[in-house]
């Protein structure tokens, strides 16, 4: 179990995954604005074991060089490659801290509306073919899926790393 496990931006979990965190950690802060820099994000993380961050903040090796208590990153967003992470991974793997990212959480739903809309254009229709409000509809029902599915993700990643820690 996490001592203290810190959002330090909003994170885009669905309510019920917000409370499962305390399952797995003993304090669980979930900060609702987006910090301004490094040392905004270093007072959020403050003596916490874990972080939590989506795509719009950056954890560099400053701040990881500054959060000594840090023993796990989660991003709750895509992570495509190491060298595109908005987190330093090889820096925090070497201060043996695991950095753990998503993936597929929200690609089907894309796919469909590229494919939809690619047949349109073959067949000569202007886009987008979909109405508005039909678009709309379509988008939240995916991104309400996208989100449940993501937090589904990284509650999953959480438990992974902590009995992981447990057997090792």
């Known amino acids: 179990m996490f001592r203290k496990l810190t ?15 305390s399952k797995y950690a003993q304090e669980v802060v979930l900060l609702e604005d987006i910090p ?19 795509y719009t903040s950056r954890i560099d090796k400053e701040v990881i060089a500054a959060c000594p208590n840090l023993r796990y990153i989660g991003m ?15 820096f925090a793997r070497q201060q043996g801290i695991c950095v753990k990212g998503i993936r597929d959480y929200g690609d089907r739903g894309v796919v469909e509306y590229v494919l939809h809309e690619l047949t349109g254009l073959l067949h ?3 886009l987008p073919r979909l109405p508005r409000v039909v678009c709309r509809n379509v988008s939240a029902g995916r991104t309400r899926q996208a989100f449940e599915l993501l937090s589904e ?16």
């Open 124 to 126: 000569g229709f202007e």
């Open 76 to 90: 709750c967003c895509s992570l495509y490659s190491e060298e595109s992470a908005n987190v330093d991974i090889a």
């Open 36 to 54: 301004a820099d490094n040392a905004e994000i270093i007072r959020r993380i403050g003596d916490s074991d874990a972080a939590l961050l989506s």
């Open 7 to 21: 959002a330090i931006e909003p994170v885009s979990l669905v309510p019920w995954a917000e409370k499962e965190l």
């Open 153 to 168: 993700k990284v509650l999953d990643n959480i438990r992974t790393f902590l009995q992981e820690q447990e057997m090792g």
